[in-house]
């Protein structure tokens, strides 16, 4: 086999093979000898047809196979001998090919391919990004502490409302039953059920009762959808159950039970794991806030060139419901998350960020523990745990999602010790409004900042153990032999 290669400025290159008949002859031979040891042809033996009969058969498409596999061992080889860093897949040139398996007997394949453009990051010309540091309120606090009273509190069935703060199932209609949380009415419909006992009836239009659609449309048990426009829904309900729950006093025993842990020992220690608690809970929708930011402040301040009519073409043939219409409209969304794909790869290079089996693992298994043992954790529960570790590693989707989380987090934690951050502090409320003010500002940005769209194939791979979900392997080019090569990973495993 001949290679023909010319290092030529910029980033597109191009390579040919030149494949003759000696070079698939001995293997097309072994192929065909294989082939006849196992066919079934009528009116011979298995193992016994003429040879010029197989050929006659199988020959071409034997010949395809091994000229197929002869160019994507080429290609692979040359890869790694010369230790090309590319981006994405090579692509056939078809006027530079000849390739005509009708009269076979000589080959060329020509391949162009795309090195991988230079990236470098100057954390000092990058604008400021704004980070979110959530600060429980003293109202969300008390809300808190109050759920937790609720879930070690006492419940009883008293023979009459109590508070607009109970519960109630009713009875209405021929046959028909319904549950209401008297703290999804109105406070003047809530009233109309305190005092009542079991077997009395109250006459409500639940339309006007509930504090929203969803909550009426519950009550029915159907979609918010399905509801009936102008329909009052008056009822007459009977009163079959009365639920009450009396909130936990705050003492020693309610630490125990709600800080199973031993880190509460009063009023004051309470409110501050209730506000690490919440905090907690914000965590992840800040991070990817504060992703979603820093990777638009680089895709638009760290330059990165890219071949554009190779990586359309590319795309043309990784999309197979793409047309040039549609590619030119949303090339700029493509062209940005390749952008960030690159960048992304610099900075997992530089900063030696990775993820690893165990690391999963251990999420898996933190998870467990906080989810479902919580307050009755201990030793002897680590086999269970162990099991319920193992049967999760198995589910792929959700093992791949968990290694791109924990990827995030690294990389976030690495991007706020680098970026020009501006902390806003606030609480939920504040979270909120910090949200939509950025969501408006992103709708308000000029069409350079559109939102990237998934690129047909990632430039950078993970390298996973045993356990960890196997990345994608991008669609090829379409073309009689085709090169299949593996890409070289900046994301590596322990």
Do not use: C
């Not at 001998?81 to 009269?103: A, T």
């Not at 559109?450 to 090829?476: G, I, L, R, V, W």
Request: proline share 4%; net charge negative.
């Amino acid at each position: 086999m001949n290679i023909k290669h010319e290092n030529v400025p910029g980033l597109l290159q191009e390579v040919v093979f030149e494949i003759s008949k000696e070079d698939y002859a001995a293997n097309l031979e072994a192929a065909l000898k294989k082939q006849r040891r196992a066919a079934a042809v009528p009116g011979f033996r298995v193992g016994n047809a003429p040879m010029g009969m197989i050929k006659k058969m199988y020959e071409p498409t034997l010949l395809v196979q091994e000229v197929d596999k002869l160019v994507n061992d080429a290609m692979a080889n040359f890869i790694k001998d010369n230790n090309i860093q590319y981006i994405l897949e090579p692509l056939p040139v078809e006027e530079k090919s000849k390739v005509d398996f009708q009269n076979p007997d000589n080959f060329v394949f020509a391949y162009e391919y795309s090195l991988r453009p230079e990236v470098e990051v100057d954390f000092s010309k990058l604008p400021v990004v704004k980070d979110f540091r959530y600060v429980a309120s003293d109202e969300e606090i008390d809300r808190q502490v109050d759920q937790l009273r609720e879930r070690y509190g006492n419940y009883t069935t008293p023979e009459s409302v109590l508070t607009d703060k109970d519960n109630v199932s009713v009875k209405f209609g021929e046959d028909k039953t319904g549950y209401i949380f008297l703290k999804d009415l109105t406070e003047k419909a809530a009233k109309k059920f305190v005092g009542k006992k079991v077997k009395e009836t109250v006459k409500i239009k639940l339309r006007e009762a509930f504090t929203s659609e969803s909550t009426l449309a519950r009550f029915y048990r159907i979609d918010v959808k399905d509801l009936e426009e102008g329909n009052a829904y008056e009822e007459e309900l009977t009163i079959d159950y009365i639920g009450h729950l009396d909130l936990a006093e705050i003492n020693e025993d309610f630490y125990k039970k709600a800080f199973p842990d031993g880190s509460v020992k009063d009023e004051k220690s309470m409110r501050e794991a209730v506000a690490k608690m919440m905090a907690q809970q914000y965590e992840t929708t800040i991070n990817q806030r504060f992703m979603n930011d820093a990777i638009e402040a680089l895709i638009d301040n760290v330059p990165v060139e890219l071949p554009d009519d190779f990586v359309k073409r590319y795309i043309m043939v990784a999309q197979k419901d793409m047309t040039q219409e549609k590619l030119e409209a949303e090339y700029p969304q493509y062209k940005r998350a390749f952008q960030w794909q690159l960048i992304e790869g610099k900075l997992l290079e530089e900063n030696d960020i990775h993820v690893s089996g165990d690391d999963v693992r251990g999420y898996f298994r933190q998870y467990f523990i906080d989810n479902y043992f919580g307050a009755i954790y201990s030793k002897e529960m680590e086999p269970r745990i162990d099991e319920m570790v193992k049967e999760a590693m198995k589910n792929q989707e959700t093992v791949k999602q968990v290694y791109d989380m924990l990827f995030d987090m690294k990389l976030s934690n690495k991007l706020r010790d680098k970026l020009n951050i501006e902390v806003v502090e606030g609480d939920g409320q504040a979270f909120m409004n910090y949200i939509t003010k950025s969501e408006e500002a992103a709708a308000e940005a000029p069409a350079k900042k559109t939102k990237a769209k998934k690129a047909p194939a990632k430039t950078a791979a993970k390298e996973e153990d045993a356990n960890a979900p196997k990345e994608e392997k991008a669609p090829k080019a379409k073309s009689a032999a085709k090169p299949k090569t593996t890409k070289k990973s900046t994301k590596k495993d322990e």
